[in-house]
């Protein structure tokens, strides 16, 4: 994780995830984005709730990270 948060590029950055990925913990994720904005980069997050891990769009089809 260390790599990935000192090597970010100075540009918006958006998460999204999911509180029911048996793969990567929602927590893990939240935790990230928050290194992220103390370091002082612009990021949005979106915790799509029930979708399994990267199925996120066919589980809500139509919607979009930040509506």
Known sequence: M???SSNQPNCPQLYIYSSADRVIPA???E?????QRKAGCEVR???FVSSP???HY???PG???LS
Do not use: A, G
């Open 63 to 65: 919607s979009t990270p």
């Open 2 to 4: 260390e790599i990935l």
């Open 45 to 47: 997050s979106c915790d």
């Open 58 to 60: 066919r589980s809500n």
């Open 27 to 29: 927590k893990s994720v």
């Open 53 to 55: 891990h990267v199925d």
């Open 31 to 35: 935790s990230f984005v928050e290194s």
